[in-house]
């Protein structure tokens, strides 16, 4: 796990710098730590949209598809995985 991932789901971190995180992950192309993020049930839905988003920025196709099927996270997301992809 890089280092801005394990920022973005700590549990005592401000908005900023979880924002800050994610953004990191999404710069750096690491489609793969922002599905991760996508399904931790502990992080606010606001920063997994966030993450979201930032696959559909990168390309993240495969990952897009891979939530939009994925039934243990919430349907909001997967719908939403499925109008980005």
């Known amino acids: 796990m890089s280092t801005h991932f394990q ?7 401000s908005h900023t710098h979880r924002r800050d995180a994610i953004d990191r992950l ?6 793969t730590n922002l599905a991760l993020l996508v399904r931790t049930s502990g992080l606010d839905g ?19 598809e891979e939530l939009a099927d994925n039934t243990t996270i ?7 995985a499925d109008d980005l992809r």
């Open 46 to 64: 606001e920063f997994r949209r966030y993450a979201l988003n930032g696959l559909a920025e990168c390309n993240g196709r495969e990952q897009l």
């Open 74 to 80: 919430e349907p909001s997301l997967r719908r939403r």
């Open 26 to 31: 999404i710069e750096r192309g690491e489609r």
């Open 7 to 13: 920022t973005a789901v700590k549990k005592r971190v």
